[in-house]
C-alpha cells in the first residue's frame, strides 16, 4: 500500500529489505541513504531531504532513555549478593571445618608392674583401617606413638 502510493506521487520505489532495515526497527544503527532520503521527501511535499529537515521544527528534543536505572538495579543486585555470597562462602567454611576436625591421640607404652614407660627401640605398631592396607606408626624414645585421625573413634 505504501509502496504504491509511493510510486505513484514520485516515481520511486522503496525496497522491503530497506523498509524494514530503517523503518521497522527500534533502534536502527544503520543510517539510510540520502538518494532514498531525498525520495521520501519529496513524498511528503519537500523538494530535497535538506529542504525538508529546514521546514520541521522540533519543539523539545525526544526523551532518550538511558541505562542508568539498569545500572542502578545492577549495583543494588551487587551490594545484595555481597554479602550473600560472604555468608554462603563463611558457612561452607565452617560446616567444612567443623566436619574435617583432625583429633590427636597419644599413646605410650608403660610397664604394668613400675608404670614406667617403655623404652625400646624395636616396638612396631600399625594402624589398621577397615579396607586398608596396615598403616606403619613410628614409636618414639619413650615408647610412645602419636595418631591424626578425622574419625572420633579408634576402634580396639
Same mark, same amino acid.
Given at each position: 500500500?505504501?509502496?504504491? #502510493?509511493?510510486?505513484? %506521487?514520485?516515481?520511486?520505489? @522503496? #525496497?522491503?529489505? =530497506?523498509?524494514?532495515?530503517?523503518?521497522?526497527?527500534?533502534?536502527?544503527?544503520?543510517?539510510? %541513504?540520502?538518494?532514498?532520503? $531525498?525520495?521520501?521527501? %519529496?513524498?511528503?511535499?519537500?523538494?530535497? =531531504?535538506?529542504?525538508?529537515?529546514?521546514?520541521?521544527?522540533?519543539?523539545?528534543?525526544?526523551? &532518550?532513555?538511558?541505562?542508568?536505572? *539498569? @545500572?542502578?538495579?545492577?549495583?543494588? @543486585?551487587?551490594?545484595?549478593?555481597?554479602? &550473600?555470597? !560472604?555468608?554462603? /562462602?563463611?558457612?561452607?567454611? +565452617?560446616? &567444612? #571445618?567443623?566436619? $574435617?576436625?583432625?583429633?590427636?591421640?597419644?599413646?605410650? /607404652?608403660?610397664?604394668?608392674?613400675?608404670?614406667?614407660? !617403655?623404652?625400646?627401640?624395636? !616396638?612396631?605398631?600399625?594402624? +589398621?583401617?577397615?579396607?586398608?592396607?596396615?598403616?606403619?606408626?613410628?614409636?618414639? #624414645?619413650?615408647?610412645?606413638?602419636?595418631?591424626? *585421625?578425622? *574419625?572420633?573413634?579408634?576402634? *580396639?
Amino acid at each position: 500500500m505504501f509502496q504504491e #502510493s509511493l510510486s505513484e %506521487r514520485v516515481g520511486g520505489y @522503496v #525496497s522491503e529489505k =530497506w523498509f524494514y532495515t530503517h523503518l521497522k526497527v527500534e533502534k536502527n544503527e544503520k543510517l539510510p %541513504r540520502i538518494d532514498m532520503l $531525498n525520495l521520501l521527501a %519529496r513524498y511528503v511535499g519537500a523538494e530535497d =531531504w535538506q529542504a525538508f529537515l529546514s521546514s520541521v521544527t522540533i519543539d523539545s528534543k525526544p526523551e &532518550v532513555l538511558t541505562e542508568e536505572p *539498569t @545500572v542502578a538495579k545492577k549495583k543494588k @543486585v551487587q551490594i545484595f549478593l555481597l554479602p &550473600v555470597g !560472604i555468608l554462603i /562462602i563463611g558457612g561452607m567454611f +565452617l560446616v &567444612v #571445618s567443623f566436619f $574435617n576436625k583432625v583429633e590427636s591421640y597419644q599413646f605410650c /607404652i608403660v610397664d604394668q608392674d613400675d608404670g614406667m614407660p !617403655i623404652a625400646a627401640q624395636n !616396638i612396631e605398631a600399625f594402624l +589398621l583401617k577397615e579396607g586398608e592396607s596396615p598403616l606403619p606408626l613410628k614409636v618414639d #624414645s619413650l615408647g610412645c606413638l602419636f595418631i591424626e *585421625t578425622s *574419625t572420633e573413634k579408634l576402634m *580396639t
